[in-house]
C-alpha cells in the first residue's frame, strides 16, 4: 500500500509556500521531495503486479480493442518506403513532425467546426510530444514558479497535481457540478486571492474538459465560454491561461461532441489545448500533442528542447501514417462501441449492486472511461482506509478518490472512488462491481 506522503506545498501566512522538509534526504533536491508519494506509478505497478484481482482502478485500455491490424497495415506503408522508413528512423525537430501537426490541426478544427482562417491558427503553433502527459510537464515548467498557483476542479487529473506538486506549485481546488468547473466559484477564489494579495502568483487554470478523469463530467458548452471570459477579464496583471487537457474528447458514447474551450478564445492567446492518442488508439506510441497561443511555442520549445529535442520520431511518424490512410476514425468507431458496451455493464452493476445500499450515488457519463462514485460519508476508501483492504480481500482493485483533490481549496473527500471500465471485460466488470459492493457493505456492517 502506498503510505509515503508528498510535502505538497501550501500557503504560508505571508501568501508565500512553505514545504515541511523535515526528514527528508539533503542530497537530493527539492523537487524530488515535492515529487515523493505521487500515486500514479504505484497505482499501474498493483494494477500489473495483481493480475488475478479484478481492476476498476488502472486508466490501463481495453486490451480487446488495441489497434494491432490498423497498426500492421500502417507499419507496412511506413516500412516498405525506404525514404520514409529512414526519415521515421532518424531524430526528428523538437516541435514535431510536420504533416502530423498538419493533420492534427485540422482535427481539431474539424471538430470544431471552425475554419483555419476564421479560428487563426497555424501549424506553428502544434507541438507533438510523448503523450499528452509530457507537454502537461513542459507546459508547468514553462508557466510556474515554486509558489505559483494553479486553480482546477476538485477533484481534477491527479497526475497533474502531483506534477504540479513536484514544481513545488500550489493547487487550489473549486468547486464542481455535473456540468463541471463553477465559473462562480473559480471568481470567489480570485477574489480571494486577490484580497489576500496572492493574485499575482496564480498562473493558470486547468481543466478537463470532456469526460473528466476521475468525475466523467463534460464542461456544459456555457461554462467553456464563461471560463474563456472570465480568464480574461481577470488577466490585467498578467495573462491567467486556461490549460484546456481534452484528454478524452474522442472517447464519447452517446451525445454531441462541444467546440473546445479555444473556440471560445477569439484571439487564441489564453487557451491551451492538450489531446492525445493515448486513449483514442494507442498508449504503447503514446502521442501527445497541444495548440499554443504564439507567445507560448518558443517558451515551451525551449524547454522541451532541453528535455528531449524531440519525442520519440517513429512514434509520429507511425501516427501520421494511420491518419492519412484512414485507419484511426475506423478504430476510433470500433472503441466506441466496445466502450459503450463496457460502460453500461458498469452501470447496470452499479444499479444492481450498489443501488440498495444508503447513501451510494454515481455519475452517468456519456464517454470517457471512468464512474465516479460516492460512498457514505463515514467510509474511509482512502489507502489508509478499511475499504481498500476489504476491496483487495474480495479480488477488486479501484482508485482512491482522495488522490484527486488539490492540495488546497475544496477540502478531500475520503469517500469517493474512481472506478475504470477501461481493461475489464463487461463479465469481469459486473463480477468486480458485485465484489466491491459487498467491500462496502462490510465495511458499513463494521462501522
Ligand atoms: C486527463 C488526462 N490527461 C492526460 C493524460 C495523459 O495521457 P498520455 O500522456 O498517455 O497522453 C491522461 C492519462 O490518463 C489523463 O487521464
Redesign the pocket.
Known sequence: MLTRTRPAPTASTKGQPTFDLTGLSPSLSHRAHWAAGQPISYLMHQALAHPELISLAA?FVDPQTLPIEPTQEALQVLLSDPRRAGAALQYGTTQGHRPLREQVLDRLLEADGRPQAEARLTIDQVVVTA????L?HVLADTLFDPGDIVLCAAPT?F?FLGMAANLGVRTLGVEMDDEGLIPDAVEEQLLRLKLSGELPRVKALYV?SCFD?PSSVTLSLERRCELVELAKRWSDLHKIYIIE?A?YRELRYAGHDLPSLRAFDEKGDTVIVTE?F?KSYS?GI?V?WGVLPTELVTPVLDQKGNIDFGSPNFSQHLMSTVLELGLFDDHVQRLREAYRVKLQAMLDAADEYFGPLPGVRWLRPNGGLYVWMQLPEEIDAGPQGKLIAAATQEGVLYVPGQYCYPSEGVPTRRNMMRLSFGVESPENIREGMKALARAVRKVMVGQ
Open positions: 486508466g503523450g499528452s502527459n509530457e502537461l487529473y497526475v478537463v478523469n487537457d484528454a492525445t493515448s498508449p503514446r501527445g
